[in-house]
């Protein structure tokens, strides 16, 4: 995720490699201009090309491949999209004007995916990029996603990857999905700050238990941890996050504090 300040420029540099056998263009969500530069990023394989655009709005924003038709989905549920944060040059605030701060920043990019399977009901392997085509095509077209993946693979950041925090930290969560609805929650959290649509020019709500993020765009929200332990961060389809993917864990480390929860007679047998 790029980060930059309301105001700035942005420059970057598209290489589509001569082993590539797809064109490619980038689409800024961030951008002011037809196709969000689109049209001037267009690249062959074996060409690059360098953008620069002013970033006029604050906000957290998506970026897609959109070479154009078909090709468009197809990209964008391969992977080929990303999120720019543009920061407001005073900070973030809240609806009163004071400033909002935090300790650690976590970018979670969730992606649909729609891999064919053959007749078996197997997911099927090809032998070069493209060659999925067609069949690709006519999975995305049932608009049921076989895996739903927050930074680039089913529950990615799980387990020895779990994302981490301490106890009095405050994270900042930048949550994009280019294609389809999305809900995130943190189990045993909330949203303290949240910028559902993404614009640091409007006043966050608060307190927030499950906020929207829809297709095509990011959002933003902080939460302070108060409590030790093991959070999961999900989108909450509980079928597409316990069943496809779409679930991460934080590892949060610190003292509990028995005024916030305490488990007042452990488990025992039905009197």
């Known amino acids: 995720m790029a980060i930059v300040h309301e105001g700035d420029y942005l420059e970057l540099t598209l290489v589509n490699p001569e082993s590539s056998v797809l064109e490619h263009n980038i689409d800024f969500h961030a951008a002011t201009g037809a196709l969000g530069g689109a049209g001037l990023t267009m690249v062959q394989p074996g060409e690059e090309v360098v953008l620069r655009f002013k970033a006029t709005r604050s906000g957290v924003f998506v970026y897609h491949c959109a070479p154009g038709g078909a090709m468009i989905p197809y990209h964008v549920t391969h992977g080929m999209n990303g999120a720019i944060m543009v920061l407001p040059r005073d900070g973030l605030k809240d609806g009163d004007g004071n400033s909002i701060t935090y300790d650690k920043v976590y970018y979670i990019g969730e992606q649909d995916y729609y891999i064919p399977k053959d007749e078996n009901g197997e997911f099927k392997k090809y032998e070069a990029a493209g060659d999925d085509f067609g069949d690709s095509i006519e ?16 529950f990615a950041m799980t387990g020895d990857a779990a994302l981490s925090a301490k106890v009095g930290e405050t ?25 559902e649509t993404g614009s640091f020019s409007d006043a966050p709500a608060t307190n927030i238990e499950t906020w929207f993020i829809r297709g095509g765009s990011a959002g ?7 409590q030790p332990g093991l959070y999961v961060y999900l989108t909450h389809n509980l079928i597409e996050a ?4 779409g679930a991460a864990h934080i590892n949060v480390e610190g003292e509990w504090d028995d005024d916030l929860m305490t488990q007042v007679k452990k488990p025992t047998a039905i009197v």
């Open 139 to 154: 999975a995305m077209k049932t608009l049921t996603p076989t895996h739903i993946a927050l930074n680039g693979a089913a």
């Open 171 to 195: 994270v900042l969560f930048i949550h994009a999905q280019a294609n389809r609805d999305s809900r995130p929650h943190i189990i045993g959290g909330h949203g303290d700050y949240v910028w």
């Open 220 to 226: 933003a929200a902080t939460y302070k941890f108060l």
């Open 242 to 245: 316990v069943l496809l993917g």
